[in-house]
């Protein structure tokens, strides 16, 4: 029961008073929840732990006075003392004339219910809605602070004065912000609104470097601090020192529950190596740096911060040669490793990626973020590194676990720190020693480490509970401990200290948890602006960094996974907050002419985020689609399909729902991935159709035309182009139709009708170039290209790719300048120009287009060989070939890939020595099986032809006929 009062009094004397008093206040008007031990209690459960929960959620205790209740001995005193932990409100009821107020609960006054009771009935009332006033919350301060001073003349005891005479000082300077809004409440709402948009205003605008690219040893802030003072794990030390000193393994996961010190164990490994050695008298170790990154912090586990962080640990020169290649977005994810990875070959550099779990799929224990899964299995299958990954995360990514298993190393932490470890991290908390931590005696230590089983953040925990209340001891606070432990101590614990907290502050951490993300002081102020008068939290946060509850990390806070469950579960209105939330993000979000990275859109992708947890589903929608282009026009996929999915099943307007799928179908499509697509593409044609949709209709018919085109389906292709070519004319979309004669241009190309599709594509340019239409024109000029090469007009085909790759870079087309690089490089290699060809396929390489991405490698991997480069020759037809593998996994005919597998392996054949002709053969004979198109077996055969001019030894010469579809 949420936001009730706590009636506490004697059953001797006052238990008929106050049912009375319980069923009066819920009559109302206005109604007020009441928790009463005789109707609340539920049988066969403890009744302490009942009743401390009901205190702990209680908006006040209601204290009712009778001779038997003030007693030293009463029950009532421990209700009351402990709501004083818990910083809760205490209205004393005096039922009885001569029960006098407890000393410690002067000078609070007293409702008098010794006489009239409706009278004093009333009064309680005025009294319940005034606690929830400005001038109410000042009065509770005033309390608190009278209590501190009380208590403050009867302390002798040095290291006790220092803490209350600090909490005075709080308490004072909370008081005088809080007499400014009481005096003037629409001056302080103003003073806020205006800091508010300040704030905002600072978040549009963020700070950009003006040059160059800022480097260090070490890449932003580890997720945790490990002092001198932790020193467990010895065996699990030696373990992680064996894993960095290995130059055969490169990942290394570090698996275990939350709150068990992952983290702690992994930060002090790597904070020794800081100064060149390991701990534990582990030895001399030198890096070259290391990069920390945490979902819980403001630096995630990305792909982006991935490669930003390994090129800033490159030499200053080199990593300005490589940096626009790893901040761009469109760079394919495996270039982007592999690039960097082969200048990391002297010393050992080391990458944390701190709280991996929530990017780790519960059910089928897969990474959720594909780009990093692609990421992390290019650095296991690359050539000798020294690169160091470790992971730390309560669920162990299976799926990854399986590739190259040799390179892999798992540790699993099952229990918490022993002693006397855990007993070290607590007297390090208490530094200047005035919790009476630092100098406590080694059995109340053990005993604390037995409490909390030794988990840091139990232990964190432990430490926030005494530095919030200065009435408790360490020995009081064991003392007062269950007998049994519960099971999830670390969120037992957690719970207890946040109890001890202020309303004010429970309230931050509960905006945190509602961002769940680090943010900074004004997001917050933004989402409690409306629910807490002259709201300002960066004083608030100083005090919840400082008792550990919350974490700093470049003027952002944010939670603890655990307290931040536990903050979110005693909200019962999440929803309007995370709408609240968005909004916030919504006014955050830069101008679009500033959109130049994906870190440009993390406020829309926020928002997104926030819609979809308020269930606001079509405001989501409406988020994502109006940057959908742009995440299309980069590159990313992956993200759109990753958003996208949320959507499932969530849109109501049928007109949304046709849009979404579009979207969807499409990103799939650009993944290769083609039977998903063509599922959604149906779908959505029959809902377009049922409806009488033409516009989606149009787009469904062009998308599905797309996937069965690139499944080899090449008629049924032409078909719907056709049908979408009718619709077109009928409804006058020039823009669709120019894209629809573009595609079947490629169609006739696939068959072999050249002239034909030449017609097409020069239609498809033509109508591109009146409507102004320039990612079009780009990439059908790519395709233009493509026949030329087919009539051996090199030039021409130059030419053309030329100028589409111009386009393309121009408007910042991934799909375009992909496509135009790659006809470049094939038009350069088949007119002999390799260094061109070499130069040109390097570009296309940057681009994440999934479909061509292996072609483009083939192509390197041909020039490089007629350049006698074979090693270049090697890594590339290695990339092309574990290129081909990702898209045959969603897709086992996808034709392009099995022709470029197997062209890769040839390739390979020739640069290692050891055959891998039986397995060439095999992808072509797939390839074949899945289309004999002329077209399509003329390409494969023309890059065939060319690798086999370097095969002097005729090793490939039984290959040729299967790849022409006769073996």
């Known amino acids: 029961m949420a936001n009730h009062h706590f009636l506490s009094y004697s059953t001797h004397d006052g238990a008929e008073f106050a049912l009375k008093l319980c069923d009066a206040l819920a009559a109302g008007p206005p109604s007020y929840r009441v928790w009463l031990d005789q109707r609340q209690l539920v049988p066969g459960q ?95 301060l005033k309390d608190r602070l009278a209590d501190a001073q009380r208590d403050l003349r009867r302390t002798q005891e040095t290291t006790q004065r220092r803490r209350i005479e600090a909490e005075i000082t709080d308490l004072q300077a909370q008081i005088t912000r809080q007499e400014q809004i009481v005096a003037d409440p629409q001056a302080a709402a103003a003073r806020v609104q205006q800091s508010i948009e300040r704030g905002l205003e600072r978040e549009r605008q963020p700070e950009r470097p003006l040059s160059g690219v800022a480097r260090t040893k070490f890449i932003h802030p580890p997720p945790a601090i490990a002092p001198a003072y932790f020193q467990d794990r010895h065996v699990e030390t030696r373990l992680i020192g064996d894993f960095l000193r290995d ?114 799929d519960g059910a089928t224990r897969t ?102 209340d200065r009435d408790t001891t360490l020995a009081e606070l064991l003392a007062d401990a269950t007998t049994s432990l519960p099971e999830n101590v670390v969120q037992a614990q957690v719970g207890e200290a946040y109890s001890r907290l202020d309303r004010t502050a429970q309230m931050v951490m509960q905006a945190l948890a509602i961002y769940g993300r680090p943010v900074p002081p004004v997001a917050v102020d933004y989402l409690l602006h409306e629910h807490l008068s002259g709201v300002d939290s960066a004083p608030v946060f100083g005090r919840l960094v400082n008792m550990h509850f919350a974490h700093k990390e470049a003027g952002r806070y944010y939670l603890h996974p655990v307290d931040q469950a536990y903050a979110l579960a005693g909200l019962s209105e999440k929803s309007a907050l995370h709408s609240r939330a968005g909004d916030y993000f919504n006014q955050t979000r830069l101008p679009r002419v500033e959109w130049r990275s994906l870190e440009d859109l993390e406020p829309q992708l926020a928002e997104f985020d926030l819609r979809c947890a ?26 759109l399909v990753e958003k996208s999915e949320v959507l499932r099943n969530k849109l109501t307007d049928a007109t949304l729902r046709c849009d979404w799928l579009n979207q969807l179908a499409w990103a799939y499509y650009k993944l290769g991935k083609f039977q998903q697509a063509i599922n959604r593409y149906e779908q959505n044609l029959q809902d377009a159709r049922t409806l009488g949709m033409q516009r989606q209709e149009l787009t469904g018919l062009n998308g599905l035309a797309s996937c069965y085109a690139d499944v080899g389906n090449t008629m049924q292709a032409i078909v719907l182009y056709q049908q979408a070519l009718a619709i077109c004319a009928e409804t006058g979309r020039q823009n669709l139709a120019a894209s629809i004669l573009g595609n079947l241009g490629t169609c006739y190309a696939d068959l072999g009708s050249n002239q ?66 790659q006809f470049l490089a094939a038009a350069h290699l088949f007119a002999g120009h390799t260094q061109e060809a070499r130069k040109a396929a390097e570009s296309g390489r940057q681009y994440e287009e999934s479909r061509s991405k292996h072609t483009v490698l083939n192509l390197i991997g041909l020039a490089a060989l007629a350049q006698s480069d074979h090693q270049a020759a090697r890594i590339a037809f290695q990339a092309a070939n574990t290129a081909t593998d990702l898209l045959l996994m969603h897709n086992p005919r996808n034709y392009l890939a099995l022709d470029a597998k197997g062209l890769a392996l040839c390739g390979l054949t020739l640069c290692e020595g050891e055959s891998r002709v039986p397995a060439a053969i095999a992808a072509y004979r797939a390839a074949r099986a899945a289309t004999v198109a002329p077209g399509i077996v003329g390409r494969a055969l023309r890059l065939f032809d060319a690798l086999a001019v370097a095969d002097v030894d005729g090793v490939l010469a039984p290959v040729r006929p299967v790849v022409a579809g006769g073996g």
Request: hydrophobic content about 45%; glycine content about 4%; proline content about 5%.
């Open 614 to 639: 308020a269930q606001e589903y079509e405001t989501a929608w409406y988020v994502l689609a109006d940057i959908a282009y742009v995440l299309q026009l980069w590159g990313h996929y992956r993200l």
């Open 46 to 140: 403890d009744w302490d732990s009942q009743l401390v929960e009901a205190i702990r959620a209680c908006a006040s205790l209601l204290f009712v006075l009778t001779r038997d209740s003030v007693e030293d001995q009463s029950v009532c005193k421990q209700e009351w003392t402990r709501a004083l932990r818990y910083k809760k409100p205490i209205v004393p009821l005096r039922l009885h004339a001569d029960a006098e107020l407890p000393f410690r609960l002067e000078p609070r006054q007293f409702i008098d219910f010794s006489g009239d009771f409706e009278r004093a009935l009333a009064q309680l009332r005025r009294h319940l809605q005034w606690l929830t006033t400005p001038a109410g919350h000042l009065q509770a």
């Open 367 to 468: 990474l959720t973020d594909a780009d990093l899964d692609e990421a992390l299995r290019a650095l296991l299958a690359a050539p000798p590194h020294r690169a160091k990954l470790i992971l730390t995360t309560r669920l162990a990514p299976r799926d990854l676990a399986l590739h190259h298993p040799e390179r892999q190393m798992p540790l699993n932490l099952d229990e918490g720190l022993e002693s006397p470890y855990a007993e070290n991290i607590l007297r390090a908390m208490d530094a200047d020693g005035t919790l009476g931590v630092k100098h406590a005696p080694e059995k109340l230590l053990a005993q604390a480490r037995e409490h909390t089983r030794g988990y840091p953040r139990a232990l964190e925990a432990l430490f926030a509970i005494l530095a919030a």
């Open 756 to 821: 034909q599709a030449k017609q097409y594509f020069e239609d498809a340019i033509s109508i591109a170039r009146q409507l102004d239409l320039r990612d079009t024109e780009a990439s059908y000029l790519a395709f233009l290209a493509d026949t030329l090469i087919v009539e051996d007009a090199f030039a021409e085909a130059i030419q053309c790719a030329t100028d589409g790759a111009k386009i393309a870079e121009e408007i910042g087309s991934a799909t375009a300048a992909s496509l135009n690089n």
């Open 247 to 360: 130059e055969a393994r490169r990942l290394l996961t570090v698996v275990g529950r939350g709150g068990i010190g992952k983290t702690a164990l992994v930060c002090r490994v790597l904070k020794a190596l800081e100064r060149g050695h390991l701990p534990d008298d582990g030895g001399p170790l030198a890096v070259d740096g290391i990069v920390y990154l945490s979902e819980t912090g403001s630096h995630r586990v990305n792909v982006p911060n991935l490669l930003a962080g390994l090129c800033q640990l490159l030499p200053p020169a080199l990593a300005e040669r490589l940096d626009a290649l790893t901040r761009d977005p469109k760079v394919a994810t495996a270039h982007k490793m592999t690039a960097l990875l082969e200048h990391f070959h002297h010393q050992p550099v080391v990458v944390l990626l701190d709280n991996l779990e929530t990017l780790v």
